[in-house]
């Protein structure tokens, strides 16, 4: 009876830690240039992608102005998260920002606003 317990705990053990690896093998890191300018474009932007479902974490360099985004590619695409940040109102890589979108910003965050 013992060896019984212990292997449904083991069981239960490993399907646990199986889809917990899973789970961590279904995330993806992408890089993508903004032409964000100053803190408030940094919180706008992470606080936007941080809660767009199929992002589990978004960050602005402020000196490279590049998003460091990790998402999961089955609930969003790299080509989403880039439309996203347009409808923000910032450039994303090729794409450009959204012009309503845009203007919409504070002037610190219009293209050569600046702080």
Known sequence: ???VKKLIVLTILMAVFTG???????????QIQTNAQCTDCKQR???ELNYTKGISYA??????????????????????IRKTISEI??????IKANPVKQAAL??????????
Do not use: R, W
Request: net charge negative.
């Open 106 to 115: 504070p002037s610190c965050c219009q293209p050569g606003g600046g702080h």
């Open 89 to 94: 109102g910032y450039d994303a890589d090729s």
């Open 45 to 47: 932007l992470e606080k």
């Open 20 to 30: 917990y690896s899973f789970s961590q093998d279904s995330k993806n890191v992408v």
């Open 1 to 3: 009876m013992k060896n």
């Open 59 to 80: 960050e602005l360099n402020m000196a490279t102005k590049q998003l460091e985004i990790k998402y999961n590619p089955k609930k969003i695409s790299v080509d989403d």
